[in-house]
């Protein structure tokens, strides 16, 4: 399928399809927190059509949440709480017209989400929920559930604009090792 996305740029799309394929051979199910339109979901379920694991996104659906101090930035002013909307029913549609398989699509807020809304066991996650409580709540429920060689991607760790990924991450991580590896995109 073709590279077409206004939130993830060709060449991380590439990076993230190349770390995807690579984890199929792995136990467990691929997970996008923050799927929007459903770019990268659609690009996801195409790599795993032919193999017999099932993917997993979440959304608000409402658009972004309200941001908190760790994310201002001036760069980042135009990223706005209910920017970035879009329904359900339009992420469900775009797989049907694709005519790939239905992901479990799940509506909530991640800080609303149980460890139960969420595979067992995950082989691949892209967090790309832009601010940092999104990202702080994304790796509270994924990390515990990854496989050993799995990938979780984050994104937007290196945008001036999105000052909270990093400081979720940074802080996150401190003082824990993980035998999955952790990409920051
Ligand atoms: C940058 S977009 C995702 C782009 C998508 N991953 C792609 O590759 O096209 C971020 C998405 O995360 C969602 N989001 C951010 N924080 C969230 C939260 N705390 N709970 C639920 N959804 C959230 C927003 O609604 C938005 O659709």
Known sequence: MAWKNDQVSEKETAKIIELASSCLDLEGDYVE???????????????LKEFDKE???Y???????????????????????????????????????????????KKAW?????????????????????????????????????VKDGVLVVHDYSNPALPGVSKAVDEYVSGKSFDFKMMLL
């Open 110 to 146: 991640f800080q609303d989400l149980e460890p139960d809304d969420l595979p067992g066991k995950i082989a691949f996650a892209f967090l790309d929920g832009d601010f940092y409580e999104s990202i702080k709540d994304s790796l509270k429920l994924v990390v515990p559930k990854m």
């Open 59 to 105: 959304d608000s659906f409402e658009g972004l949440p309200e941001k908190c101090e760790e994310d201002e930035s001036v760069l980042g002013k135009d990223f706005k709480s209910g920017a970035l909307f879009v329904t359900k029913r339009e992420v469900k549609q775009r797989f049907l017209r694709a005519n790939l398989p239905l992901p479990v699509i």
């Open 33 to 47: 927190m923050g799927c929007y339109k459903g770019d990268t979901s659609l690009l996801l379920a195409d790599i």
């Open 55 to 57: 993917l997993w996104i």
